[in-house]
């Protein structure tokens, strides 16, 4: 079985390949926005990984479909 993360928040578990979705979103508005896109960038990357290691899990379509709005949105932030 695979090692899982616990969220030290909210105590979830999961296989840490991405950020806990009880963080995202949860940036200070008053930081600059160029620490948010780093973090944004790392989401991205980290779903991009997660999709990538669990490909034949994932029904082929959706994958694609994820994997293209995650370029589109890499690229916006970029």
Avoid at 3 to 23: I, T, Y
Avoid at 36 to 57: A, C, G, P, R, S
Avoid at 59 to 69: A, P, R, T, V
């Amino acid at each position: 079985m695979e090692d899982l993360v616990s969220c030290e928040k909210c105590k979830r578990e999961w296989d840490g390949f991405a950020q806990c979705p009880c963080g995202i979103g949860d940036y200070d508005s008053e930081s600059d926005n160029e620490g948010n896109i780093e973090d944004i960038q790392k989401i991205i990357m980290n779903l991009h990984t997660y999709l990538f290691i669990n490909n034949k899990k994932i029904d082929k379509e959706i994958n694609n479909y994820i994997l293209n709005e995650l370029i589109i949105i890499f690229n916006y932030i970029s």
